[in-house]
């Protein structure tokens, strides 16, 4: 089982990275999709979370409006699209999968996890 993301690095206040994250090693299709974060000092805070379907979405309120899930099965690959992206972005994103969809962001419902994708936003 593997989970690989990408796409992380170095914006301006203001800007968008687009992060990727490529499955193998099980079943995509089953499986819940959520991204998470940590900065330096602090807890693991969820992000974001999609449905095995796509259909069902959750976001932290403190990325509404600004972050956008999606995943492609046929690829087995999920993104995360960050616009308008804020210093207090700045942490390291990791992505998971789970067999249940929970619509929160809670990582305890995660089974596997990514090594994680470091995104800097500078003022």
């Known amino acids: 089982v593997q989970l690989v993301e990408s796409g992380g690095g170095l914006v301006q206040a203001g800007g968008s990275l687009r992060l990727s994250c490529v499955a193998s090693?099980?079943?995509?299709?089953?499986?819940?999709i959520g991204w998470f974060r940590q900065a330096p000092g602090q807890e693991r805070q969820g992000v974001s979370c999609?449905?095995?379907?796509?259909?069902?979405?959750y976001y932290a309120d403190f990325v509404k409006g600004r972050f956008t899930i999606s995943r492609d099965n046929t690829k087995s690959t999920a993104s995360l699209l960050m616009n308008n992206l804020k210093p207090e972005d700045t942490a390291v994103y990791y992505c998971?999968?789970?067999?249940?969809?929970?619509?929160?962001?809670?990582?305890?419902?995660?089974?596997?996890w990514g090594q994680g994708t470091q995104v800097t936003v500078s003022s």
């Open positions: 998971a999968a789970g067999a249940y969809y929970t619509g929160s962001s809670n990582p305890d419902t995660y089974e596997f």
């Open positions: 090693g099980f079943t995509f299709e089953d499986y819940a």
């Open positions: 999609i449905s095995r379907s796509g259909g069902d979405t």
